[in-house]
């Protein structure tokens, strides 16, 4: 596992065992199966692979823009300043391309006052193609969190946008309305491996999710929501996930145990 993470994270045993604090020959014994590495060692390399995957999800590679609306799926986006304006491309270039485009939000948030917060055109209230829904609508059933709910919406906008000539739907999840709803991190996490199962087969709609960036990692869910998007929408466009299913972010998770650890 520590030959792993050095190869994913691309360091020599001699980089790793100086952010580790010992001598490149013990890397060498540790990956050889000659010698175990102590807890203290295994909790910080955890830590640092954290590190790196956040810090390349809030640094995605600029590169050269990609049309957004190429085939997204099931994608995350962090609500940080530098990914706003590719947050406004998503949403005008999806409507050029055709697609029905639907915001949900928390319902304490007006329409333009939403769009103010997005740096989206206020027309885009009254333009064909594009609707505002609320987190209770869509997420809620007789005031409680219930995840069929969103299964339920999802087939009705199908049933009800396919026939009006609609053969492609986008959606365009603002999670931080769910956060201040009292949803837990555990249901998020359940939300997002119940999300990628139906839009990564999905011929009709796809789903991009907006997350609070994290300042510091307080629970563990926050590195499943990382591990369950398999494209991440950054300043440059869309992107692979890097991070998508990688059996080295549970491992990370797990070496840090949650008692109070922190990841920075």
């Given at each position: 596992m520590v030959r792993k993470v050095r190869d994913k994270l691309g360091l020599t045993q001699g980089e790793l065992g100086s952010l580790l604090g010992v001598h490149w020959v013990t890397v060498s014994r540790w990956e050889s199966g000659k010698m175990e590495p102590r807890a203290g060692c295994l909790r910080e390399l955890a830590r640092i692979y954290l590190a790196e995957a956040f810090r390349w999800a809030r640094e995605l590679p600029q590169g050269e823009r990609s049309p957004v609306p190429a085939p997204v799926q099931h994608a995350l986006a962090y609500d940080l300043p530098e990914v706003w304006p590719a947050v406004q491309r998503y949403v005008t270039?999806?409507?050029?391309?055709?697609?029905?485009?639907?915001?949900?939000?928390?319902?304490?948030?007006a329409g333009e006052?939403?769009?103010k917060r997005w740096k989206l055109p206020p027309e885009l209230l009254s333009r064909e193609g594009f609707k505002i829904l609320c987190t209770r609508e869509v997420f809620f059933r007789d005031g409680h969190y219930d995840l069929s709910q969103m299964n339920y919406l999802g087939r009705k906008l199908e049933e009800e946008l396919i026939p009006q000539g609609w053969g492609r739907i986008r959606l365009l999840d603002d999670i931080s309305g769910l956060l201040s709803h009292g949803v837990s991190w555990e249901e998020l996490v359940a939300l997002e491996y119940n999300a990628d199962s139906i839009f990564q087969y999905s011929g009709v709609a796809d789903c991009l999710s907006i997350y609070p960036y994290p300042v510091r990692l307080d629970h563990p869910g926050q590195v499943c929501i990382l591990c369950r998007h398999p494209q991440l929408l950054g300043p440059g466009g869309t992107v692979a996930n890097a991070f998508y299913d990688d059996e080295l972010l549970c491992w990370a998770k797990n070496q840090l145990k949650w008692r109070g650890e922190e990841c920075r």
């Amino acid at each position: 596992m520590v030959r792993k993470v050095r190869d994913k994270l691309g360091l020599t045993q001699g980089e790793l065992g100086s952010l580790l604090g010992v001598h490149w020959v013990t890397v060498s014994r540790w990956e050889s199966g000659k010698m175990e590495p102590r807890a203290g060692c295994l909790r910080e390399l955890a830590r640092i692979y954290l590190a790196e995957a956040f810090r390349w999800a809030r640094e995605l590679p600029q590169g050269e823009r990609s049309p957004v609306p190429a085939p997204v799926q099931h994608a995350l986006a962090y609500d940080l300043p530098e990914v706003w304006p590719a947050v406004q491309r998503y949403v005008t270039e999806s409507l050029r391309a055709g697609y029905y485009v639907c915001l949900i939000t928390s319902s304490d948030d007006a329409g333009e006052a939403l769009l103010k917060r997005w740096k989206l055109p206020p027309e885009l209230l009254s333009r064909e193609g594009f609707k505002i829904l609320c987190t209770r609508e869509v997420f809620f059933r007789d005031g409680h969190y219930d995840l069929s709910q969103m299964n339920y919406l999802g087939r009705k906008l199908e049933e009800e946008l396919i026939p009006q000539g609609w053969g492609r739907i986008r959606l365009l999840d603002d999670i931080s309305g769910l956060l201040s709803h009292g949803v837990s991190w555990e249901e998020l996490v359940a939300l997002e491996y119940n999300a990628d199962s139906i839009f990564q087969y999905s011929g009709v709609a796809d789903c991009l999710s907006i997350y609070p960036y994290p300042v510091r990692l307080d629970h563990p869910g926050q590195v499943c929501i990382l591990c369950r998007h398999p494209q991440l929408l950054g300043p440059g466009g869309t992107v692979a996930n890097a991070f998508y299913d990688d059996e080295l972010l549970c491992w990370a998770k797990n070496q840090l145990k949650w008692r109070g650890e922190e990841c920075r």
